[in-house]
């Protein structure tokens, strides 16, 4: 029979499943049930934020490594989303722009 997983074994894959489930919504992984990319920025949002309430429930007691490990991954998402809203903000403009460009000539 196999060992039960302990619970920094636990812990590790709760964040790793987090993450991965934001770099999805996100679009910079294919999402593995349809085998696209796409951007989900509400989704990422929601997970960004439920990855944060966990940080700061679990906070005092999680230790050093811990904390450092879902302090980088929360930093990383946020930086991520910032860069994914931007982008998606200036697609449109970009879109429209082309548009106007090609019926003016």
Do not use: C
Not at 19 to 31: D, H, R, T
Not at 34 to 48: C, K, R, V
Not at 67 to 89: G, S, T
């Amino acid at each position: 029979m196999k060992e039960k997983p302990t619970e920094k074994q636990l812990f590790d894959a709760l964040i790793s499943q987090t993450a991965y489930g934001i770099w999805v919504s996100l679009g910079k992984l294919q999402n593995p049930v349809s085998g696209e990319t796409s951007i989900d920025l509400m989704q990422a949002s929601i997970q960004i934020d439920m990855l944060g309430m966990i940080n700061s429930k679990m906070h005092s007691n999680l230790t050093d490594e811990e904390r450092e490990y879902i302090d980088k991954v929360l930093a990383e998402a946020k930086m991520n989303y910032l860069e994914v809203e931007k982008n998606e903000e200036s697609s449109p403009d970009e879109s429209l722009e082309k548009e106007n460009t090609n019926t003016e000539k």
